[in-house]
């Protein structure tokens, strides 16, 4: 701080001072919201999940198809499901893993748009501050991530949670591998309560016309890891009591759409970025409407009264439209 003069150098080193707060206060669970106004009657978005392998596993084809939809689509911005970096996160903001799975993967003009991430348990698993730090912005001005925050637009409110912190194995089981529980640990259990109250009073809050979280792992699925049961037991009664429409996750490495048994809430797993799996699903798992064990990606339109997704394969081709509309009401 003392190298900047008392000039515009000063303030963008309050300005950078301000930022590096925001990101640390993420930590805390607090949801920072951010207003993303969309200048037009309707907002499109991409979605994908489970990519960063440094263009192996076809996530180079998964983006160049991204960016071929993204440059008819015009999305406002791009969703990141979490796990953005295998196998072990970052190792910190000068890992060339950023470069080599980020910035030199996504080079379409088309998406070079604001990307709003969240964290997955592979995340986890490196320097996570590396991922909340102003410093890979500074690398590539398209990158945001926090732990839990809030993207207000005029069209919809999109509520990112911090899901790795709930799943109770990667504290009590964690085999070999080592996770970066800074900011989590040890007051665990406060944490998730600050998380599940926030959330709670942000959806409560809202009068937003459609209202849509995003966390990295499954509430339903009938992929390998299925159910997160901790997020049935502790976020899906929020979702529910506060009328949330779409639940979107990552983990597991696919492609689905699952509709509520109880209520209007659709679930969508958006996760095929990169490495599939195949051959360990049930297709009987109820409510199942669509299941694809291969890789993808996702765009999401949204006006005042309809909502359309639409699942697109590593060819471009498109396997899966869902929609569903609801009665507008004049304010």
Known sequence: MAACSFNRSMALCLLWSATLALCLVSSLANLHRINHPVNSDSLRILVVGDWGRKGHYNQTLVADQMGKVAEELDPAFIISTGDNFYSNGLTGTDDPQFEESFSKIYTAKSLQKQWYNVLGNHDYRGDVEAQLSPVLNKL??????????IVNTELAEFFFIDTPPFVDKYFTHPGDDTYDWRGITPSRQEYLSNIKKDLDSALKESTAKWKIVVGHHTLRSAGQHGDTI???KELLPILKADDVDLYINGHDHLVQHISS?????????SGGGSKAWRGDYDLKKEGLKFFYDGQGFMTVEITETDAEL??????????YKWSVSKAYTAI
């Open 140 to 149: 590539d001005k398209k990158w945001f991530c926090m732990r839990s925050f």
């Open 230 to 232: 901790e997020l049935v």
């Open 261 to 269: 048994r109880d209520s209007k809430l659709q679930y969508f797993t």
């Open 310 to 319: 639409i699942f697109y394969d590593v060819f471009g081709k498109v396997l």
